[in-house]
């Protein structure tokens, strides 16, 4: 099985700072079509998660375009290039290369300061 | 607009069985697979079993292999799972998520909590 490992655990950021959040799967995540199926998605204090990326950089529909997604093979990166109140809450990779057997990360917190 | 809404959880002892109904709207239902995903309190999200839009393939998680059985009636709009000899570690909110192909998941409806005590 594909295990997907995120960095930090938590991450405290000020108003209006950047933010990054890594992560890494056990096996490259590129397709036998040459694509590569990664997302990210965003969990509010008390809400259902919300997909912000797909294969890897795509933004979903509505996101802001101060998240970014980035990486190749195994190594991947969601970028807040300015964090907003509203992005509080818990962001989580998930692969969907080996899918129908979708595997996500732990998750990362990030709060302000 | 995708809509999905849980319903079905509660408080189940040790052993017991419950079954888990998501209602789907807002799109054509029967032209996708569907996922029911998992969390427990306070930790990360499990992915716990697919069904194809036809029912001809299904997929557990081997946590929840031989005691979960998901289904599906396209003619109700509606996604199921069966959870039998329900554990501890089974307690959480569970989400239906509309499968997107390889893409992965895209639309989540709010969850159900089962909790899973004596």
Redesign the interface.
Known sequence: DVVMTQSPLSLPVTLGQPASISCRSSQSLV?SDG?T?L?W?QQRPGQ????LI??VSKR?SGVPDRFSGSGSGTDFTLKISRVEAEDVG?Y?C????H?????????TKVEIK | EVQLVESGGGLVQPGGSLRLSCAASGFTFSSYSMNWVRQAPGKGLEWVSYISSSSSTIYYADSVKGRFTISRDNAKNSLYLQMNSLRAEDTAVYYCARDTGITGVDSWGQGTLVTVSS
């Not at chain 1, 259902?48 to 997909?51: F, H, I, Q």
């Not at chain 1, 998930?94 to 290369?97: D, H, K, L, P, V």
Request: hydrophobic fraction near 25%; charge should be positive.
């Open positions: 397709h694509n199926y997302n998605f259902s998660p919300r997909r797909y294969k979903d818990v989580y998930m692969q969907g290369t899918w129908p057997l979708l595997t996500f990360g732990g998750g």
